[in-house]
């Protein structure tokens, strides 16, 4: 997992430097979208969480 989100990050600082260089505007989303995305992620994180304390709590 650590190494996907290592890549995933590496790849996005090196289309950075590349767009920074060649003046290409940004294609992303704004503040507000990165932070939906973020509460995406979260959301995807907590339902097994939340799967498991209710099975445990259930017995």
Known sequence: MWG??????GTG???GVVFQTLR???????FLGL???LG???GQ???PW???WLDH???
């Open 50 to 52: 939340i799967k498991v």
């Open 35 to 37: 932070l939906g995305l």
């Open 4 to 9: 996907s989100m290592l890549l995933a990050l």
């Open 45 to 47: 994180r907590l339902v």
């Open 40 to 42: 995406m992620f979260l």
């Open 13 to 15: 600082l090196v289309i």
């Open 24 to 30: 290409i505007p940004s294609p992303a989303p704004p």
């Open 57 to 59: 709590r259930g017995q």
